[in-house]
T-cell receptor, first 111, second 118 residues
């Protein structure tokens, strides 16, 4: 059974800092992994999707990596800004043909 | 391209009442998901449709929750009767799915319906 964990649960950093968010999964037989952003009271916005055959994906200041052998994915945010403040969620899609979500990391970027 | 639409955005009901949520996925998306997100937790899949067939409803409390997707497009999720623990945000998502690339499984979410049961 796939389980997804995100540590830390909350993170507060000063503006301009580079940061890494972690996502761990127990079943390495994943098909893809998707990172989302959720603003308070809003739905989820897709940030990046990494296929199992890829090691990383980049979009602007965001870079996501995937290491299936260690059961880990990381989301790297460069030069953080107050507008990056949100909850970041990862979701693993595996052989059960459904996405399993982590509990999220609540990020606050201080101006 | 229009996104995933959901209504209502907010709903307050008393326990034992019934409630229904509506979702219209992105045009052409074959797969539709309903998630329940309790405050402070990640979304939990309730039911997944591929066109108008159910792929997974293993976590749907079938004694009180029901869902349908008529004609493989719009979907409704119903709770009857509601309990206090059903207070949550109900999220609808869709994906193209059925393709041979992982990107066809990329999920797009609606804004959600916040349900409060008193």
């Amino acid at each position: 059974k796939q389980e997804v964990t995100q540590i830390p649960a909350a993170l507060s950093v000063p503006e301009g800092e580079n940061l890494v968010l972690n996502c761990s999964f127990t079943d390495s037989a994943i098909y893809n992994l998707q990172w989302f952003r959720q603003d308070p009271g809003k739905g989820l916005t897709s940030l990046l999707l990494i296929q199992s055959s890829q090691r990383e994906q980049t979009s602007g200041r965001l870079n996501a990596s995937l290491d299936k052998s260690s059961g880990r994915s990381t989301l790297y945010i460069a030069a953080s800004q107050p507008g990056d403040s949100a909850t970041y969620l990862c979701a693993a899609y595996s052989g059960t043909y459904k996405y399993i979500f982590g509990t999220g990391t609540r990020l606050k970027v201080l101006a | 391209e229009a996104g995933v639409a959901q209504s209502p955005r907010y709903k307050i009901i008393e326990k034992r009442q019934s409630v229904a949520f509506w979702c219209n996925p992105i045009s052409g998306h074959a797969t539709l998901y309903w998630y329940q997100q309790i405050l402070g937790q990640g979304p939990k899949l309730l039911i997944q449709f591929q066109n108008n067939g159910v792929v997974d409803d293993s976590q749907l409390p079938k004694d009180r929750f029901s869902a349908e997707r008529l004609k493989g497009v719009d979907s409704t999720l119903k709770i009857q009767p509601a309990k206090l623990e059903d207070s949550a945000v109900y999220l609808c998502a869709s994906s193209q799915a059925g393709g041979f690339t992982a990107s066809s499984y990329e999920q797009y979410f609606g804004p959600g319906t916040r349900l409060t049961v008193t």
